[in-house]
C-alpha cells in the first residue's frame, strides 16, 4: 500500500514562473517584450476557456498578448492571410492557432503556414522533425509539460521503463521521444494505441505509464504494478450524479494507494501546458535576440 503522492500541476508550474523573471526582465532591458498572437475561431466554448486561460497568464507576467476571434464562418484563406500577417510582425514571437478548427478549415494547411520559429505550440513539420532528431527548438506544450513535472518532483526516468498510451501527435509521440532522449528522460519506451492487442501486459510493466487516450476514467488499478507514477493526460466532461464533472483517463480513486504518484485532473498537466506556453514565447523572444 502506497502514501499515493499527488503531482500538483499548479506547484510545478509556479516554480516554472518563478524561474521565468530574470529571463523575462532581461529581454526587457533590451526593449524586448515576448508576444503572443492567439487566433481563436468559432464560439466552442472549452476554446474559449483554454485561450483564455492562456491569455490572462501572459498578462499576469507582463507580456503581450493578443486575441483575435474569427466567426465560424470565416474562410480558410482568411485564416491564413491573418497568420501571413502576424508572422512578418516582429512584436510577436508567437502564434497560437486554438484547435480544434472548423470543419472546412484544413488544420495541417494552417499549422503549416505559421513561421517555425513562432511556432510555439510545436506543431509545424519543421520543428517536429527537429525533435525526433533529437534537436528540439520548440516542444510541445503538454509533453515538454509533463517533463518539467516529473523533474521538479524527482520522478527519474533513466533506465526506467515508460509507456505512452496514446499516439498523438500533440502528446503522445512527442512525450515518448522526449522520454528515450538520452540528455533528458534516457528511458525505455512503449508507445502504445488502439492497436494494442494486449494493453495491461505492458501497463503492467511500466514504471511510469502516461495516459493520453481519452477515455473518461479507464485505467484502473488493474492496469499498474505497484508503485507506478501515472501521468494523467486525459480531460474528459461527463455526468455524475446529475452534474457535469471533469475527469483524467486514469481512475484515481481506484490507483489511489497502488501508485507512488499521480497528477491530478484538473489542476495537474493542465497548467504545465499554459507555462509551457509561455516558456516556449520567451524561448522565441531570445531565438531572435541572438
Not at 483564455?52 to 507582463?62: E, H, I, Q, V
Not at 488499478?221 to 446529475?242: H, M, Q, T
Amino acid at each position: 500500500m502506497f502514501d499515493t503522492k499527488i503531482l500538483s500541476g499548479i506547484e510545478a508550474s509556479h516554480a516554472l514562473y518563478d524561474s521565468l523573471h530574470d529571463r523575462i526582465h532581461a529581454l526587457k532591458e533590451k526593449g524586448i517584450t515576448p508576444g503572443l498572437a492567439a487566433i481563436l475561431i468559432g464560439e466552442d466554448p472549452a476554446s474559449q476557456i483554454y485561450v483564455r486561460n492562456k491569455t490572462k497568464r501572459f498578462d499576469a507576467l507582463g507580456l503581450k498578448s493578443e486575441l483575435h476571434r474569427l466567426e465560424d464562418s470565416v474562410s480558410e484563406q482568411e485564416v491564413l492571410d491573418l497568420i501571413v500577417k502576424i508572422n512578418a510582425d516582429d512584436s510577436f514571437h508567437g502564434i497560437l492557432v486554438q484547435l480544434p478548427l472548423p470543419k472546412h478549415i484544413d488544420s495541417d494547411k494552417v499549422i503549416h503556414a505559421i513561421d517555425p520559429k513562432k511556432d510555439v505550440d510545436g506543431f509545424h513539420p519543421e520543428n517536429a522533425g527537429l525533435l525526433s532528431i533529437g534537436r528540439p527548438r520548440f516542444v510541445p506544450c503538454t509533453p515538454k509539460g509533463i517533463m518539467f513535472m516529473l523533474k521538479h518532483f524527482q520522478v527519474d526516468l533513466n533506465g526506467k521503463h515508460v509507456v505512452v498510451v496514446g499516439r498523438s501527435n500533440i502528446v503522445g509521440r512527442p512525450v515518448s521521444v522526449l522520454s528515450s532522449l538520452k540528455s533528458l528522460g534516457n528511458a525505455t519506451v512503449t508507445l502504445c494505441h488502439s492497436g494494442t492487442s494486449d494493453l495491461k501486459h505492458f501497463t503492467q510493466q511500466a514504471d511510469v505509464v502516461v495516459a493520453a487516450m481519452g477515455s473518461p476514467e479507464f485505467l484502473d488499478a488493474s492496469f499498474i504494478k505497484e508503485g507506478a507514477c501515472l501521468v494523467d493526460v486525459g480531460i474528459n466532461r461527463i455526468e455524475r450524479d446529475g452534474k457535469s464533472v471533469i475527469v483524467g483517463d486514469v481512475n484515481q480513486s481506484s490507483v489511489t494507494g497502488k501508485a507512488s504518484a499521480l497528477t491530478p485532473v484538473p489542476k495537474g498537466v493542465g497548467p504545465m501546458t499554459i507555462a509551457m506556453l509561455v516558456e516556449n514565447t520567451i524561448l522565441s523572444a531570445e531565438f531572435l535576440l541572438n
